[in-house]
C-alpha cells in the first residue's frame, strides 16, 4: 500500500512554455500533498503544501505565479510550471501524506529539463 | 529556524557490519520522526517512523529516539552493498503537517 504515481517521468520543454506534472496517491485518499524540487547533489526543497479543496500554501521564496498547484480531489495534485525557464530545470517531487498520521510517501519524481 | 542536522559522510563501513546514523533536532515540539532512503536519481523512500522515546525494529533497521537530547539516529544491522545510499532524516512538529529534511548522510557500503 500507499503507492504514490507522477506523471511525466520526465520531460523537456523549450523556455517560456508550460509544464503540467501529475502527483497521484493511488491506494489511499490524502487530503495533503507536498511539492519538492531537488537539484543535483542538493537536498530536498519543499516548495508548497497542497490541501485538497484549498489554496496552497507556498515556502518563502517560492513563486506562486510562477508555479501553480491544484489539488482538486482526494486523490490528485498538480504543479504546473509556468513560462518555464532553464533556471527551473530539476527534479520535481511530490508526496501525499498518510491519513491519520504524519508518515508521507512520495512519487518517483519528475525531472524538467527546459531548453 | 527549525534545524535538522546531519553528518554528510560518506559513511563507509564494510559489508556485514553495523552503520550507524545521526540526527539531531532543534524544535523541542518535534513530535513524528522519519527516516527515509533516497537512491542516487531517486525519490526518498520511507524506511521507519518512531514517535516515542526508545527503539523501534523493524528487519534490519532499528529508528532511536531520545527526545530529552533532542537526537534520532537508525542503526542498519547487517549492512549490504545495496544499502548504499543517502539517508534522510525528517521531524515534525506541531505546527502542521509538513517535514523538515536534514541534507542526508551519504552511506557506502563496501564488499
Known amino acids: 500500500g500507499a503507492v504514490v504515481s507522477q506523471h511525466p517521468s520526465w520531460v523537456i520543454c523549450k523556455s517560456g512554455t508550460s509544464v503540467k506534472i501529475e502527483c497521484r496517491s493511488l491506494?489511499?485518499?490524502?487530503?495533503?500533498m507536498f511539492w519538492y524540487r531537488q537539484f543535483p547533489k542538493q537536498s530536498l526543497m519543499l516548495m508548497a503544501t497542497?490541501?485538497?479543496?484549498?489554496?496552497?500554501?507556498?515556502e518563502q521564496g517560492v513563486e506562486k505565479d510562477k508555479f501553480l498547484i491544484n489539488h482538486a480531489s482526494l486523490t490528485l495534485s498538480t504543479l504546473t510550471v509556468t513560462s518555464a525557464h532553464p533556471e527551473d530545470s530539476s527534479f520535481y517531487i511530490c508526496?501525499?501524506?498518510?491519513?491519520?498520521?504524519?508518515?508521507?510517501?512520495f512519487g518517483p519524481g519528475t525531472r524538467l529539463t527546459v531548453t | 529556524q527549525k534545524e535538522v542536522e546531519q553528518n554528510s559522510g560518506p559513511l563507509s563501513v564494510p559489508e556485514g557490519a553495523i552503520a550507524s546514523l545521526n540526527c539531531t533536532y532543534s524544535?523541542?515540539?518535534?513530535?513524528?520522526f522519519f527516516w527515509y532512503r533516497q537512491y542516487s536519481g531517486k525519490s526518498p523512500e520511507l524506511i521507519m517512523s518512531?514517535?516515542?522515546?526508545g527503539d523501534k525494529e523493524d528487519g534490519r533497521f532499528t529508528a532511536q529516539l531520545n527526545k530529552a537530547s533532542q537526537y534520532v539516529s537508525l542503526l542498519i544491522r547487517d549492512s549490504q552493498p545495496s544499502d548504499s545510499a543517502t539517508y534522510l532524516c525528517?521531524?515534525?512538529?506541531?505546527?502542521?503537517?509538513?517535514?523538515?529534511f536534514g541534507k542526508g548522510t551519504s552511506l557506502l557500503v563496501t564488499p
Open positions: 508526496s501525499a501524506r498518510y491519513p491519520g498520521g504524519g508518515e508521507q510517501y
Open positions: 525528517a521531524v515534525r512538529d506541531n505546527s502542521g503537517y509538513a517535514l523538515n
Open positions: 491506494d489511499f485518499q490524502a487530503t495533503t
Open positions: 524544535d523541542r515540539g518535534s513530535q513524528s
Open positions: 518512531i514517535y516515542s522515546n
Open positions: 497542497s490541501n485538497e479543496g484549498s489554496k496552497a500554501t507556498y
